[in-house]
């Protein structure tokens, strides 16, 4: 158990519709780090917040937002949501603001969107 | 574009013997190199890393070799074990910049 929690574990939603995914970071740690892995794919660095702010930004799409709270959860937004979507979609969490610093991964939610 | 590549999708060895998972990258800038693990249903768990000012970095089993000069690096595990059945994913980053990098992943299965 890496300490990171991931709400839901699955979500099975439409096209067009919009969804929220939930991450908490384990104790301590000041940065988030969003991912997605689909099909066939490695993983792709999506965002990362540091301390409620946002600090790097990959391949993520215009669609799709994050957040970091000062309780420091974090939320992915995914909106006008297709088939290419579905993936799952994992967070990581650290101490540190460096992409380089090992990463604690939570065990990911699962997207199907149909 | 992918920046770090994995070649080989698939690799199976024999218990005992030694895994060699291999990782190219394109971008000289990176600075450092993550070699995670991933059981199915479970998020990747940080397995071993170096920095590109080595060239070698030994954890127990496992050991990273990094050739700066062909931009590519391996991960050793001996003597492999069936438990190091999963996939391999090496990673790449800069101490500044904000990129980071993951390859396609390697299914490491280990035959008792």
């Known amino acids: 158990d890496s300490g990171v929690t991931q709400t839901p574990k699955h979500l099975i939603t439409a096209t067009g519709q919009r969804v929220t995914l939930r991450c908490s970071p384990r104790?301590?740690?000041?940065?988030v780090y969003w991912y997605q892995q689909s099909l066939d794919q490695g993983l792709q660095f999506l965002i990362q917040?540091?301390?409620?702010?946002?600090?790097a930004k990959g391949n993520i799409l215009e669609r799709f937002s994050a957040q970091q709270f000062p309780d420091l959860h974090s939320e992915l937004n995914l909106s006008s949501l297709e088939l290419g979507d579905s993936a799952l979609y994992f967070c990581?969490?650290?101490?540190?603001?460096?992409?380089?610093?090992?990463?604690?991964f939570g065990p990911g939610t699962r997207l199907t969107v149909l | 574009d992918q920046q770090v590549k994995q070649n080989s999708p698939s690799l199976s060895v024999q218990e005992g013997r030694i895994s060699i998972l291999n990782c190219d990258y394109t971008?000289?800038?990176?600075?450092?190199f993550l070699w995670y693990k991933k059981y199915p249903a479970e998020g990747p768990t940080f397995l071993i890393s170096?920095?590109?000012?080595?060239d070698k970095n030994e954890d127990g089993r496992f050991t990273v070799f990094l050739n700066k000069s062909a931009k590519h690096l391996s991960l050793h595990i001996v003597p492999s074990q069936p438990g190091d059945s999963a996939v391999y994913f090496c990673?790449?980053?800069?101490?500044?910049?904000?990129?980071?990098?993951f390859g396609t992943g390697t299914s490491l299965t280990v035959i008792p």
């Open positions: 990581a969490s650290t101490l540190g603001e460096g992409l380089y610093n090992e990463q604690f």
């Open positions: 104790s301590g740690d000041l940065s």
């Open positions: 917040y540091y301390n409620g702010e946002e600090r």
């Open positions: 971008n000289s800038m990176f600075d450092y």
């Open positions: 170096i920095s590109s000012i080595k």
């Open positions: 990673a790449a980053s800069g101490y500044t910049g904000n990129q980071f990098y």
